[in-house]
């Protein structure tokens, strides 16, 4: 069992940043973000294999960032240019099953989560 703690979210003006951080009890070959707002469904972010291989949503792709610190067993997404549809709840999820590139942002294929951490921007 591993648990996720994030943190790091907050209110902040269009066109502001953030730094997320998830720090995990132990360590996950897969990790990634994840993000909800009311009535929509929980869509990927940004994830990251082991090997540091990263993968992006289209819509956040050179505005975010996502990277871990094995050492640390900490998952970071450093957001930049935020626009109030960025508003949402932020999770961080993990999973050591094996999983290809491209699923990396499936919710589905992750067995752990935090309990989100709630990012509002403002226009």
């Known amino acids: 069992q591993v648990q996720l703690v994030e943190s790091g979210g907050g209110s902040v003006q269009a066109g502001g940043s953030l730094r997320l951080s998830c720090v995990a009890s132990?360590?996950?070959?897969?990790m990634g973000w994840f993000r909800q707002s009311p009535g929509k469904e929980r869509e990927g972010v940004g994830g990251?294999?082991?090997?540091?291989?990263?993968r992006y949503a289209d819509s956040v792709k050179g505005q975010f960032t996502v990277s871990r610190d094995n050492a640390k067993n900490t998952l970071y997404l450093q957001m930049n240019s935020l626009k109030p549809e960025d508003s949402a709840m932020y999770y961080c999820?993990?999973?050591?099953?094996?999983?290809?590139?491209?699923?990396?942002?499936?919710?589905?294929?992750?067995?752990?989560w935090g309990q989100g951490t709630q990012v509002t921007v403002s226009s």
């Open positions: 990251v294999a082991g090997n540091g291989q990263p």
């Open positions: 999820a993990a999973t050591n099953r094996v999983l290809g590139w491209r699923s990396l942002l499936l919710a589905s294929q992750y067995n752990y």
């Open positions: 132990g360590y996950s070959y897969n």
